[in-house]
């Protein structure tokens, strides 16, 4: 296999899918850049000649085979997958709706299923390959006001972290991303960020003042989208790449201190956590 590889990067008309893709051309790969809307993800995206733009809606199972038969046919083969596309429930759990749940698990958790499934045959034909999904800190510690999105991303860290080892055997490398804030267009996009549908009494006031607050927060985040898509490429170079790489200063803080309270926690009640075997065991 050359030093050029070929990428497919799911969600690339906007934000970090968009910096993932240029990067990845950049350092001399082939690019197969995937969205609902390919006229978006050209523009986006800019002309290359390693470039392929291909329609895909994750949520749709045909269209991820589509996707990865269309990558095979251009290039002959697929050695990085990244699964970026996402969207964005907001809101406290009681005024998300059951709907508004399960349409975050479709996009969140089973789109990237969909697309790993479609590009894992043809991984495993040739036993090579590396699966990397953009998780979030919100999936390695629960935040205020993001209950669905949370819970969507927690369960991406548990699908990756136990689908390494069914791939591994073939060749095939496994690595979660967990990005802080990053400036991108999530936050302001009607199609990217969805706000509770219920409304009770009770949540009113704080629904209020967070609503604004995370508006606020749009073009004043720290990560720069394309530093992330620049070490995106270097992480996917290494021999060995980490199962998990925590992306952005603020992630790395939350995450250590994450590390460190379950610690705390696991050493409070160690005693009691421990004596709860058989008596014959």
């Not at 699964?83 to 990237?112: C, H, I, K, L, M």
Request: charged share 20%.
């Amino acid at each position: 296999m050359t030093d050029k590889r070929v990428w497919i990067v799911t969600g690339a008309g906007r934000g970090m899918g968009v910096e993932i893709a240029r990067a990845a051309l950049a350092a001399g790969h082939q690019v197969v850049a995937t969205g609902r809307n390919t006229e978006r993800v050209a523009a986006a995206v800019g002309e290359h000649p390693d470039l392929l733009v291909v329609k895909l809606d994750l949520t749709i199972p045909e269209d991820a085979v589509a996707a990865a038969q269309a990558t095979v046919d251009r290039f002959g083969r697929i050695d990085v997958l990244v699964n970026n596309a996402a969207n964005f429930y907001a809101g406290f759990f009681e005024e998300t709706s059951d709907a508004q749940v399960r349409a975050q698990f479709e996009t969140n958790v089973f789109g990237p299923m969909n697309v790993t499934r479609a590009v894992l045959p043809i991984m495993r034909a040739q036993r090579s390959g590396h699966v990397i999904t953009i998780g979030s800190l919100a999936g390695i510690t629960g935040l205020e006001f993001v209950d669905a999105y949370a819970a969507s991303k927690f369960a991406l860290e548990g699908w990756m972290e136990s689908l390494r080892f069914g791939v591994e055997p073939y060749g095939i490398r496994t690595t979660i991303v967990e990005p802080g804030f990053f400036r991108t267009e999530l936050l302001v996009e009607e199609a990217s960020t969805i706000w509770p549908e219920i409304s009770i009494d009770d949540y009113a006031d704080r629904t209020a003042a967070a609503i604004p607050g995370w508006r606020q927060m749009n073009g004043a985040q720290a990560g720069d989208p394309a530093k992330l898509g620049a070490a995106l490429v270097t992480i996917a170079d290494l021999d060995e790449p980490p199962l998990r790489w925590v992306a952005g200063a603020d992630a790395v803080a939350a995450i250590e201190q994450k590390a460190q309270d379950l610690l705390a926690q696991i050493n409070a009640h160690r005693e009691l956590s421990s004596s709860l075997d058989h008596e014959n065991a």
